[in-house]
């Protein structure tokens, strides 16, 4: 059984979150930067721009190759219950954003993370649609 529609929308949904968070991480990187480094000088480190930056960077690669293998595990093996993990993540997204919106450490400049918080939202709700559920049961042999 090829794709159905609801697993396509899903991949592109999911895969165009992962890409609006990282741009909106490039288009806020020096704000990011400065907010790392004033973090450190606080606690008595020497910041430098090549720490916060190559801190910033580890954390995005592993949080981009940790949100592809999901993807990966859902879209291409059909693992299943991978989508309660990335539903455990988005959940945590969701707490973040409104966290930020009610406590008013929000700013214009994370656009990007409600946009892309949105669609990964969007993304979870196509994976418990009626022909997603098939799929995935399909590939169990039910």
């Known amino acids: 059984m090829t794709k159905p529609a609801s697993i396509k929308k899903f991949d592109y949904l999911y895969i165009g979150s992962v890409i609006v968070g990282l741009a909106g991480l490039m288009l806020g990187w020096d704000t ?3 907010q790392m480094n004033a973090e450190f000088a606080a606690q008595g480190v020497a910041p430098e ?3 916060a930056s190559t801190t910033v960077i580890t954390g995005v690669l592993m949080g ?3 949100s592809l293998a999901l993807w990966f595990l859902i879209s291409r093996l059909r ?3 991978v989508k309660w ?3 455990l993540f988005t959940a945590w997204s969701v707490i973040s954003v409104l966290t930020a919106i009610v406590t008013g450490s929000f700013s214009v400049s994370q656009i990007s993370g409600i946009i892309s918080t949105v669609m990964a939202v969007a993304a979870i709700y196509m994976l418990f649609q009626p022909d997603a559920k098939a799929w995935f049961a ?3 042999g039910d």
């Open 32 to 34: 990011l930067i400065q």
């Open 49 to 51: 721009d090549s720490f």
């Open 79 to 81: 693992i299943e219950f």
């Open 138 to 140: 399909e590939k169990r």
């Open 85 to 87: 993990i990335i539903a």
């Open 64 to 66: 981009t190759a940790i």
